[in-house]
């Protein structure tokens, strides 16, 4: 995996508030087709460095490029279609719609699949068609004609990562994917992002451990707003430093 060719990078990325460093010169490289972890504790900077990739937030400092382009200057909006996408950023559902129509209207936004394929003459079938293909891979399809205020919140994630899907990504960015998750929950979901990740590049903010062990091929450790670590999970789990910082032992 180390070999393949970087799909994001930043460079001396920096984040100053008012005075306080939230991000202090974080050198990030994800690897094209990798699935690549930000951990650390509290306060550490992840969803900073989160905001500042996908321009939510401005950099003070720093470099950032996807697929080789410098998106430090980009706009939100411009970074979602040239493919990388953040969770929530469409993940907001509407709760009193289907499960299917919340996966329709995802595919009919500005960014949407539905872009590539929709004219006039073409029905309402290939809309359906393509929304229900997603609903299977992520296990829905027979929740179709459900709510999506009455899915369980393992259902409710997983009809966000279909409506994310919708924009067809090439780099998702998941924000504590299994936050708040049950354990039967989280096998699940870990499941769906290792299917999800087949073909795209993922890189996730996540607490749970043994969820990174499992899943992610490199995580970077973050401490205070600087990489404290980087490499397989197998070796910065026995960094020292990782265990004293992040794992308290
Ligand atoms: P993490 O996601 O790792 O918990 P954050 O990126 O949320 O960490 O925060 C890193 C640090 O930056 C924290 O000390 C936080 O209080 C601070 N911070 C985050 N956003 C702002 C902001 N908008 N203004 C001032 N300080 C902020």
Redesign the pocket.
Do not use: D, E, P
């Given at each position: 995996n180390c070999d393949r060719e970087a799909i994001l990078t930043a460079r001396g990325l920096t984040k100053v508030?008012?005075g306080?460093t939230?991000v202090n010169n974080v050198d990030l490289t994800v690897r094209s087709g990798s699935i690549h972890a930000l951990i650390?504790p509290?306060?550490?900077?992840?969803?900073?460095?989160f905001n500042l990739l996908t321009r939510f937030l401005v950099p003070t400092r720093g470099m950032i490029h996807f697929r080789g382009t410098d998106i430090s200057r980009s706009s939100p909006a411009d970074i979602a279609r040239m493919g990388l996408v953040r969770s929530f950023q469409i993940s907001s559902t509407f709760p009193h719609l289907s499960v299917l129509e919340n996966v329709r209207i995802a595919l009919q936004r500005p960014n949407g699949l539905a872009t590539q394929f929709w004219r006039p003459q073409s029905s309402l079938d290939r809309l359906n068609e393509r929304a229900m293909e997603l609903l299977s891979s992520v296990g829905l399809e027979s929740f179709r004609d459900q709510a999506a205020s009455v899915l369980s919140y393992g259902r409710k994630r997983a009809l966000e990562l279909a409506t994310t899907l919708a924009l067809d990504p090439e780099l998702l960015l998941l924000d504590e994917p299994m936050a708040g998750m049950a354990r039967e929950d989280i096998h699940q979901i870990a499941h769906l992002i290792r299917k999800v990740a087949e073909g795209r590049t993922i890189v996730m903010?996540e607490h749970n451990l043994s969820v990174v062990a499992d899943l992610c091929d490199r995580v970077t450790v973050?401490q205070r707003?600087e990489v404290l670590a980087e490499g397989r999970y197998e070796e910065i789990s026995q960094d020292p430093r990782v265990r004293e910082a992040y794992m308290g032992s």
């Open positions: 508030f008012r306080f939230a650390g509290n306060g550490a900077g992840k969803t900073t460095c903010v973050l707003g």
